[in-house]
C-alpha cells in the first residue's frame, strides 16, 4: 500500500482521536500501518493481526487492537464485517470502494463482487420506502464450484 494513504488514514485518525479527546499511542496508528499493509481484499481478524503483529516484534495486546479497530471502523477507515459462523473481519477502507461479499459455505473463503444493479435497486428502494439510503451490505453464502475451493481440494 501506497505510504501517502497511510500518512493520510493517520491524519484522519489523529483528527478524529483529538475530537474524542482520546490518547495518540504509537500502538494504536501501528493498526492502520499493519491494516494497510494488507492487500486490499484481504479480511483479517484481531487474532490473525494480533499474530502478525507480535511476529513483527510490536508489543501490543489483543486489547488494544480489538479497540483501535473499532476506532477507525467510526472515523470510517476500516468496516467490520460479521459474516455467518465467522469472528469478526475487519477491512481497510480508506480508499477501496463499496463491495459485497460472497461466502464459501464450505472453504469458507471470501469473495468480493460488485455491481452496479445492486446500486439501482438501492435507489428504487430508497424512493419506494421514502428513505434517504446511506448504505447496504449483501453477503451472500454459497458452494464456491471454483479449484481452489479448500473442499474441492479435499474432496
Ligand atoms: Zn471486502
Ligand atoms: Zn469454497
Aim: with cysteine.
Amino acid at each position: 500500500m501506497d505510504k501517502h494513504i497511510i500518512d493520510k488514514a493517520k491524519r484522519i485518525f489523529e483528527d478524529y482521536l483529538s475530537r474524542q479527546g482520546s490518547r495518540k499511542t504509537p500502538e494504536r496508528f501501528s493498526v492502520i500501518d499493519e491494516l494497510y499493509a494488507l492487500p486490499q481484499d484481504e479480511h483479517i481478524d484481531v487474532e490473525n493481526l494480533f499474530l502478525k503483529m507480535r511476529n513483527k516484534g510490536y508489543t501490543i495486546s489483543r486489547a488494544t487492537i480489538y479497540n483501535t479497530l473499532d476506532l477507525l471502523v467510526e472515523c470510517g477507515l476500516a468496516v467490520k464485517h460479521q459474516f455467518k459462523d465467522k469472528v469478526a473481519l475487519y477491512e481497510q477502507a480508506l480508499t477501496y470502494k463499496h463491495h459485497d461479499h460472497h461466502v464459501c459455505n464450505q472453504c469458507r473463503k471470501i469473495r468480493e463482487f460488485s455491481d452496479a444493479r445492486i446500486n439501482d435497486i438501492k435507489e428504487a428502494m430508497g424512493k419506494s420506502l421514502d428513505s434517504k439510503i446511506t448504505s447496504h451490505s449483501l453477503v451472500l453464502y454459497g458452494d464456491c464450484v471454483i479449484e481452489d475451493c479448500e473442499n474441492l481440494k479435499l474432496g
